[in-house]
């Protein structure tokens, strides 16, 4: 990990559908860090992405990217930013093939009315071929499972040729084992690509063992730091209100709360 500062919130609060999201919020996420933002339903997870998109800016405060204010973004700027919001339920009827859907990627760097050059091409099958997906270019997206789905997603965002990778609840509505290839292609493209991952997430247990640090958010930033150090019994019970039960095993740290083994 380098030590120079890629995303920075200062003090940052932020309104989202009229109602306060984010509190007083600092923040610095190093170049090729991956961080995981956990919380509570509501507690301002998806606002703090849409705020490092550029989408929402902070009514005090700041948030800077790439040494530049949200709100100031440009389009090459823009571009460095690989988004992958919450999954939604795909028309098996909808007539756009994988390699369509992952060529969108490039349309932030092309234009929406340029033609895509044999570079654009050659990017959008190199990002198919980072996510194992390379031999369904040609098939329906809609006929895929939703962790093929959730990759070709991944690989649409990859074709930007991003810096950064944000990413809202990837693993939901996909079943436990394709949520960890799904978590484990997150890690390898991390390390790979010398990504800068902020990955949204409730499956605590699932992510603690690959990110560098957890942020805990409840509108305010309730805690940073490894796994390890965030993951405390006492400050989740005050996040979650709930008997939270935190234990550890061959060196990881785990979280249980009533019957379920995430929070």
């Known amino acids: 990990m380098k030590d120079n500062v890629i995303i920075k919130f200062s003090n940052a609060t932020i309104a989202y559908q009229q109602r306060m999201a984010l509190e007083d919020i600092s923040l610095e996420i ?12 509501g507690s301002g997870k998806t606002t703090l992405l849409k705020s490092v998109l550029g989408l929402v800016r902070p009514g005090r405060g700041s948030v800077q990217i790439f040494d530049c204010a949200c709100h100031k973004l440009r389009c090459h700027h823009k571009a460095k930013i690989g988004y992958i919001p919450q999954k939604e339920q795909i028309d098996p009827n909808f007539p756009v093939t994988v390699m369509e859907t992952v060529m969108m990627g490039r349309y932030s760097s092309i234009g929406l009315l340029k033609r895509p050059a044999r570079k654009d091409r050659e990017l ?4 198919l071929r980072e996510v194992e997906m390379e031999g369904y270019m040609n098939a329906p ?3 895929l499972s939703g962790g093929q789905q959730q990759r070709i997603m991944i690989a649409r965002a990859l074709a930007q040729q991003p810096e950064v990778l944000l990413m809202d609840e990837p693993t939901t509505g996909i079943d436990t084992p394709t949520q960890h290839s799904v978590i484990k292609l997150i890690s390898d493209l991390h390390k790979n690509l010398n990504l800068t991952v902020l990955l949204v997430t409730h499956d ?16 305010k930033l309730y805690a940073i730091g ?14 979650y209100g709930k008997q939270v039960i935190v234990t550890s095993k061959d060196g990881g740290t785990y979280v249980i709360v009533g019957d379920y083994h995430y929070v």
């Open 30 to 41: 190093y170049q090729g860090e991956f961080v995981g933002i956990i919380g509570p339903n």
């Open 124 to 127: 959008a099958f190199n990002a």
């Open 141 to 143: 997206l809609g006929h």
């Open 204 to 219: 605590i247990n699932m992510i603690s063992p690959y990110v560098d640090r957890l942020a805990l958010l409840k509108s």
């Open 226 to 239: 490894t796994p390890a150090d965030v993951l405390r019994e006492k400050t989740l019970c005050e996040i």
